[in-house]
Every structure is written in structure tokens, then in C-alpha cells.
């Protein structure tokens, strides 16, 4: 099973400012199948990113994703206050599996 | 538009049984698979099952492997998950969720408001 870690597990930021967050793969991923998720309290997840960098129907160009073989980035370029969430990487080369959050709170 | 709405969920005592429903509108049901994805209170997401289009593959997450059962109709437009054998720790929202192309393992991009299983005696 790939296991997926996120960092940091909280992280506190002010709108306006630039947020990065991590998604380390215990194995390599195939062909760059990592998708991030963003979900608010009492709501389902939404598709923000699959194939590690292309953006979902909708989702605002404040929003990139990097990486490939086992390290993965999600960049906010500029916070709004409505990206504040909880952030959610996936991988489907191999099974699925999630990595477990990564908080963005209000600073 | 594209929707999913599960249904099913409330409170069984442990050991007890439960079958969750989810039915599908807006889109070919028959040609995709589907998956059920998990959160317990407080904690992150975990993938449970998926089914492929025609039933022929279906896989289960190690933790609920020869307990949960993975079903659909697709005459109806739905998927089924019946979960037996229930322990508290299975205590979470159930989420059913549309891959965004015909593999079972895949991105989501369509997701159910989720249902509420509460295991508790």
C-alpha cells in the first residue's frame, strides 16, 4: 500500500498570502496519479487537481499542483477566504489511498 | 445536473448489519465504476470499495474485507454497500463518489453529501 504523508499538519496563513503544501508518497506514483481534494466543515470533498497538475472544471488558477515519482505540491498563490480548508492529496497509480490533511487555517 | 445522494445510514449496535444506498442522476451510470470512501469523526478520508461498470471487479479496503459487500443495479442507477459484522471503529460518514472516467481506481470528481453510520451500543 502506498502510504501518503502531508505536511504540515496545520497550516496558518493571512489571505493574500502564498500557501504550499506537501505530499510525500511512501513508493513511487505511476504516471503522476495524485489528485487533491478541498473540504470544508459539513461538506464533501471537492476536486481541486488530478494528474498531479491539471485543474479541475472550475477551479481558479490561484490553485497549482507539482511534482511527480513521490513528491507532490499543492500552491495557493494567493489565499482568499474561502480556500481556507482542509486539504487532501490522493494517489490512484496503484489502489487508492488518501493522505491524511493538511489544515489551512486563518493566521 | 450530476448528482449522487446516499441514503441508509443511522445507528446499529455492534456486531449488527447495514445497507447503504446511493443513486446516481444526470450522467451514464452504466459506464462508470463507482467507489465508497469513509470518514470517520474527526479524521481524514479512507477509501472503503469500488466496483467497475459491468460488476465484474470489485476490491475492498483491508479494513472492512469479508465484512462489507460492494453491489450496483444498474437498471436503477444505484450502488449498494452492505456492511455487516459492525464495530464501533466503522463509525463515520460514507461517502459514495464517481471516478471521472471508467477505471476503477481514479480521481473523484462527483461526490455524495455522505450518510451517517453510527455503531454504538
Known amino acids: 500500500e502506498i502510504v501518503l504523508t502531508q505536511s504540515p499538519g496545520t497550516l496558518s496563513l493571512s489571505p493574500g498570502e502564498r500557501a504550499t503544501l506537501s505530499c510525500r508518497a511512501s513508493q513511487y506514483i505511476t504516471n503522476r496519479y495524485l489528485a487533491w481534494y478541498q473540504q470544508k466543515p459539513g461538506q464533501a470533498p471537492r476536486l481541486l487537481i488530478y494528474g498531479a497538475s491539471n485543474r479541475a472544471t472550475g477551479i ?13 505540491t499543492l500552491t495557493i498563490s494567493r489565499l482568499e477566504p474561502e480556500d481556507f480548508a482542509v486539504y487532501y492529496c490522493q494517489q490512484y497509480g496503484s489502489s487508492i489511498t488518501f493522505g491524511q490533511g493538511t489544515r489551512l487555517e486563518i493566521k | 445536473e450530476v448528482q449522487l445522494v446516499e ?59 469479508g465484512r462489507f459487500t460492494i453491489s450496483r443495479d444498474n437498471a436503477k442507477n444505484s450502488v449498494y454497500l452492505q456492511m455487516n459484522s459492525l464495530r464501533a471503529e466503522d463509525t463515520a460518514v460514507y461517502y459514495c463518489a464517481r471516478p471521472a472516467a471508467g477505471f476503477y481506481f481514479y480521481y473523484m470528481d462527483v461526490w455524495g453529501k455522505g450518510t451517517t453510520v453510527t455503531v454504538s451500543s
Open chain 1, 60 to 72: 481558479p488558477d490561484r490553485f497549482s499542483g507539482s511534482g511527480s515519482g513521490t513528491d507532490f
Open chain 2, 7 to 65: 441514503s441508509g445510514g443511522g445507528l446499529v449496535k455492534p456486531g449488527g448489519s447495514l445497507r447503504l444506498s446511493c443513486a446516481a442522476s444526470g450522467f451514464t451510470f452504466s459506464s462508470l465504476s463507482m467507489n465508497w470512501v469513509r470518514q470517520a469523526p474527526g479524521k481524514g478520508l479512507e477509501w472503503v470499495s469500488s466496483i467497475s461498470s459491468t460488476s465484474s471487479y470489485i476490491y475492498y479496503g483491508d479494513s472492512v474485507k
